[in-house]
Antibody, heavy 116, light 113 residues
Framework: QVQLQQSGAELAKPGSSVKISCKAS????????ISWIKQTTGQGLEYIGY????????NYNEKFKGKATLTVDKSSSTAFMQLSSLTPDDSAVYYC?????????WGQGTLVTVSS | DIVMTQSPSSLAVSAGETVTINCKSS????????????LAWYQQKPGQSPKLLIY???TRESGVPDRFIGSGSGTDFTLTISSVQAEDLADYYC?????????FGGGTKLELK
């Protein structure tokens, strides 16, 4: 069965970076893009962007350009998202999801807390 | 970007009631090519990831009970839950899958009265 397993919760200081992973299994990794979605209590669900898992090409929501960097390691069927120059506004749960304009499969979410 | 607006933001219901959640898009989600509406609904229970319920406005995902009914066209859409059960208490989100970047509604919390 399709599974997306994300890395654990992160506690980071303002100005630092974090890198979250999303390991896929149960399907051919390079057949689907991986997308990332941010969830906060105040802003709901926000689409960050996707990575083409075959070519490594990326497409970002304008709002997250410069904040998120998406990469992939095909050899381990793992997608990564690095968040840089963290501020308290980046505190959220971040999900990876298998992309097909719809999101039928999601990771379990990674809580990122930005605090000094 | 297409803005998705959901209403109400919360709804208190009793088991067995029928509820309606509304979603309005800032642009039409109807494709002129195939006459399909690119609107999806998700359910999110506490501590869980969102679950896809409906896509193309009215197509239920495999395994979704038929008490969940999606309808609407153009810019106005509705999720109806017939005879609400305790397991349906959750947050519900609409999402347009018409044009990139995909965008979500603000959510509707379904609570027990």
């Amino acid at each position: 069965q399709v599974q997306l397993q994300q890395s654990g919760a992160e506690l980071a200081k303002p100005g630092s970076s974090v890198k979250i992973s999303c390991k896929a299994s149960g399907y051919t990794f390079t057949s689907y893009y991986i997308s990332w979605i941010k969830q906060t209590t105040g802003q709901g669900l926000e689409y960050i962007g996707y990575i083409n898992t075959g070519s490594g090409g990326t497409n970002y929501n304008e709002k997250f350009k410069g904040k998120a960097t998406l990469t992939v390691d095909k050899s381990s069927s793992t997608a990564f998202m690095q968040l840089s120059s963290l501020t308290p506004d980046d505190s959220a749960v971040y999900y990876c999801a298998r992309e097909s304009s719809l999101f039928a499969y999601w990771g379990q979410g990674t809580l990122v807390t930005v605090s000094s | 970007d297409i803005v998705m607006t959901q209403s109400p933001s919360s709804l208190a219901v009793s088991a067995g009631e029928t509820v309606t959640i509304n979603c309005k898009s800032s642009q039409s989600l109807l494709s002129s090519g195939n006459q399909k509406n690119y609107l999806a609904w998700y359910q999110q229970k506490p501590g869980q990831s969102p679950k896809l319920l409906i896509y193309l406005a009215s197509t239920r995902e495999s395994g979704v009970p038929d008490r969940f009914i999606g309808s609407g066209s153009g810019t106005d859409f509705t999720l109806t839950i017939s005879s609400v059960q305790a397991e349906d208490l959750a947050d519900y989100y609409c999402q347009q899958h018409y044009s990139y970047p995909w965008t979500f509604g603000g959510g509707t919390k379904l609570e027990l009265k």
